[in-house]
């Protein structure tokens, strides 16, 4: 807990899904979701809203409960059911300050795309890939965004916006079973159950082992093949510098570590 | 080097003079192979070969001697760059969008597996299709006519640069309305290309297969449920392709005709790029990073070495034997027993490059060696190879370095 970044008057909704173990395939509460209820927690334990979408028996909900809520609240719908329209009635009413959701859903479809949804259908900017809240002032936060090879971005937004939370965030608090088993569940029916119709035309297996790519050797004639059999791995074409004086052959590394633009 | 000597045959030089010679014709340097009009390789049989000593016709198959010209001078060095065909596409009946990622500037091989996937559309499809590539700011790639890019929109402007992803849409939005592509095609990188497909895809209401990794015109395989299902599904507009869904390009040559976005784009960015935060470079771990120094036994001066690094804002690696020693620890090792590196530009200060280190490298773009010795793996290997004392020249680069970092401080001030 870091009490100098709370903010008493900020409303955040962390959006939850049922994830599923890779290797077990069992249900579990989804890593990047409980990245996001981190978030939320550290930064307004008050006003902090945990929303899902769907079966409210589902067992694994509690996971999240399990890290210290309070309550936790469901819109209760068929597992058929697409969880955006749902979702978006209930935040129009609600109007958060931050939406959280993780990046990918582990289970079912797995597009990535409620936050964009989201963001479309109430009209907020959508920020992907949050590792850290840095600060909140004037109506606008202060990000660092995750990218890829560990480097961060800073980003302002101007509240309410809906964010997508990385894997680079810190890491979830552990879920106790006790707190879990106490926490309220408040199953609501909103009386609107979309059913996604498209996906019921869908097939699903489990995954596949995707082929490898093979180096083919496109290679006309037998002689041509005969030569990318035999050829010895020769270096084409790099740039060799002897018999300079160090500061010229430095210049010249230095000049090509600036045009891949790795030095800043 | 005995075969850039110029050996002159007087007699073959008389026989090309005698127009009356029997042997007159074969010695006129026609060439075997000319592209005809249409781009295709026409290939005259009466040229192939030479007549040999006894009077019997001889043609080389192994290529061994080169082709024979007047004079028999060999052609100097032999591998001629192979001109590929160029596909032509006029007027085009459909466009198949295609928003490459460009990290660093360049197409990556994602990228091209993305275009490729867009040719094989386009040849299941039939018809007149062309490739439309849009590229946003500054690009410094320069094969995009042998990657498959028959017409590219280079949308530059300073309001592009930097993460931009809501002007970015709202351009792909206006290249929807007046082009109409029958499919989006977009990597499904963690770079930009998952955020931008999922954000055109709000926008113009598609619902998108995510990870496609099969796709054909009527069909599309995806994985969903976090990687451990397949969806089969019909195919939609707007598709985030796997790595290597399809085959890349590399028989023909593409147009790369410009085009240009008649009407203005109309967007609204609310959130504002900072710029890029200073991160430890030793934090990050090994795998990932992306501007990787490394040491080997060349390296004497080791705290020149970390000094060097931080100066240059690099991760450290070593090779084993750098790590056997002592002198770095093990999760630095990089190599097939340490890590397999990723990074994009590679600096091996005195590593020879031993088979499991060249194979830990496998994956750099660039590499750049500092190094004693001429004859070493590295030095084959690397885009550029400094040959000289390690410590010397790594004095000269914390000293460029150094001086680089003042000029940026100064220019922000």
């Known amino acids: ?264 | 080097m005995s075969e850039d000597i110029i050996r002159r045959d007087p007699r073959a030089e008389w026989i090309a003079r005698n127009r009356l010679h029997p042997l007159h014709q074969t010695m006129q340097a026609s060439p075997a192979e000319t592209r005809g009009p249409s781009g295709l390789i026409r290939r005259n049989p009466h040229a192939v070969g030479f007549i040999g000593p006894n009077g019997i016709k001889r043609i080389d198959r192994m290529n061994a001697s080169g082709p024979a010209t007047v004079g028999g001078r060999r052609a100097a060095g032999a591998a001629k760059e192979v001109e590929l065909p160029l596909h032509r596409v006029e007027n085009p009946d459909y466009y198949i969008a295609v928003v490459p990622d460009m990290v660093g500037g360049r197409l990556n091989g994602h990228d091209k597996d993305v275009i490729g996937q867009a040719h094989k559309l386009i040849g299941e499809i039939g018809g007149n299709g062309a490739v439309l590539t849009i590229v946003f700011g500054e690009h410094r790639e320069e094969a995009f006519d042998k990657a498959g890019v028959d017409r590219l929109l280079h949308l530059q402007g300073d309001e592009y640069e930097g993460y931009s992803p809501e002007l970015r849409v709202a351009a792909l939005a206006q290249v929807e309305k007046e082009y109409a592509p029958r499919y989006w095609l977009l990597p499904d990188s963690v770079a930009a290309g998952f955020e931008l497909g999922c954000r055109l895809a709000a926008r113009i209401g598609e619902r998108p297969a995510t990870q496609a990794w099969q796709v054909g015109a009527e069909q599309t395989i995806c994985r969903g449920a976090g990687g451990t299902s397949d969806i089969t599904r019909q195919t939609p507009r707007l598709l985030l392709l796997a790595e290597e869904c399809a085959d890349q390009i590399d028989e023909t040559r593409h147009e790369v005709l410009p085009v240009e976005l008649v009407g203005t784009v109309a967007g609204h960015a609310s959130i504002r790029d900072c710029g890029q935060v200073a991160v430890d470079p030793n934090a990050i771990p090994l795998a990932e990073a992306e501007f990787i120094l490394s040491a080997g036994n060349g390296v004497s001066d080791w705290a020149q070495f970390h000094q060097a690094a931080e100066a240059l804002g690099a991760t450290e690696g070593a090779s084993r034997v750098a790590v056997d020693d002592g002198n770095m620890p093990r999760f630095r090792q990089v190599g097939a027993t340490g890590t397999w590196v990723t990074a994009r530009v590679y600096v091996a200060v005195g590593i020879s490059g031993a088979i499991q280190h060249m194979q830990g490298i496998g994956q750099c773009d660039k590499v750049i060696a500092i190094n004693t010795d001429v004859g070493c793996d590295m030095v084959k290997r690397a885009a550029l190879s400094v040959i000289g004392d390690s410590s010397e020249v790594l004095a000269e680069l914390i000293r460029l370095a150094k001086a680089h970092r003042q000029e940026v401080v100064e220019n922000a001030a």
């Open chain 1, 1 to 264: 807990m870091q009490p100098d970044k709370q903010n008493a008057s900020l409303r955040i909704t962390a959006l939850v899904s049922v994830g599923k173990h890779p290797g077990s395939g069992r249900a579990r509460r989804a890593e990047q979701d409980a990245r996001a209820v981190e978030m939320a927690m550290t930064l307004a334990p008050e006003g902090l809203e945990v929303l899902h979408a769907g079966d409210p028996q589902a067992d694994s909900l509690r996971a999240y409960a399990g890290m210290g809520l309070k309550r936790l609240r469901v819109l209760q719908q068929g597992t058929n059911a697409d969880a955006v329209p749902a979702l978006s009635q209930y935040l129009k009413q609600q109007k958060p300050d931050i939406i959280l959701t993780g990046v990918r859903a582990e289970s079912g479809e797995s597009s990535g795309m409620t936050p964009y949804l989201l963001g479309e259908a109430l009209g907020l900017p959508v920020v992907t890939r949050i590792a850290e809240i840095v600060s909140i002032d004037h109506g606008e936060a202060n990000l660092l965004q995750a990218l890829p090879r560990g480097q961060r971005r800073a980003l302002r937004v101007p509240l309410p916006f809906v964010a997508s939370v990385d894997m680079a965030a810190a890491a979830p608090r552990q879920s106790a079973f006790g707190p879990a088993s106490r926490a309220d569940l408040e199953s609501q029916d909103i009386g609107m159950a979309v059913m996604d119709e498209v996906k019921a035309a869908w097939s699903e297996a489990p995954a596949r082992k995707r082929p490898k790519r093979l180096k083919v050797v496109k290679a006309k004639t037998a002689a041509d093949r005969f030569k990318a059999a035999t050829a010895k791995s020769s270096g084409d074409g790099g740039k060799v510098l002897r018999d300079k004086p160090a500061s010229e052959m430095a210049q010249a590394v230095f000049d090509l570590l600036l045009e891949e633009g790795v030095l800043r």
